[in-house]
């Protein structure tokens, strides 16, 4: 195996592994269910093909390495559609996304409820 293959599959997987960190986090740390659903959804996404692209940039030509393809191709085919399903139905089932007290500048000059009466 060259260097250079080595090299961005290393990379591949140490940027995996801090998005599975990262997405761990999340998944602990944020406050709602919308907000953990989307650092689950970057762990998916993210995190799983880039960890399944180093292995398999690791292993070479072999049938593992179609395998691991038929995985990857999986994964990025049903993971953003399966957070998108599950964050729809939480809203449509009543449950409604957290809102910070703090509200940025831009938000706050389009918010009609902010603005006063001249």
Do not use: Y
């Not at 250079?4 to 995996?16: A, D, K, N, R, T």
């Not at 907000?35 to 880039?50: K, N, Q, V």
């Not at 692209?53 to 038929?70: M, R």
């Not at 993971?79 to 729809?88: E, F, L, R």
Request: glycine content about 10%; charged content about 15%.
């Amino acid at each position: 195996m060259t260097a250079f293959v080595e090299l961005i599959s290393i990379g591949c997987i140490l940027i995996g592994s801090f998005f599975c960190i990262t997405g761990g986090i999340g998944a602990l740390r944020l406050p709602d269910f919308f907000s953990r659903t989307h650092a689950a959804g970057i762990t998916d996404t993210l995190a799983a093909p880039l960890l399944l692209l180093g292995v398999a940039l690791q292993l070479g030509w072999s049938l593992d390495l179609v395998k691991i393809l038929l995985v990857l191709a999986f994964i990025l085919a049903t993971n953003p559609t399966a957070s998108h399903a599950m964050a729809k139905a939480a809203l449509r089932g009543g449950r409604r996304p957290k809102v910070g007290d703090a509200l940025t500048f831009a938000s706050r000059a389009s918010d009609p409820a902010d603005r006063k009466a001249p």
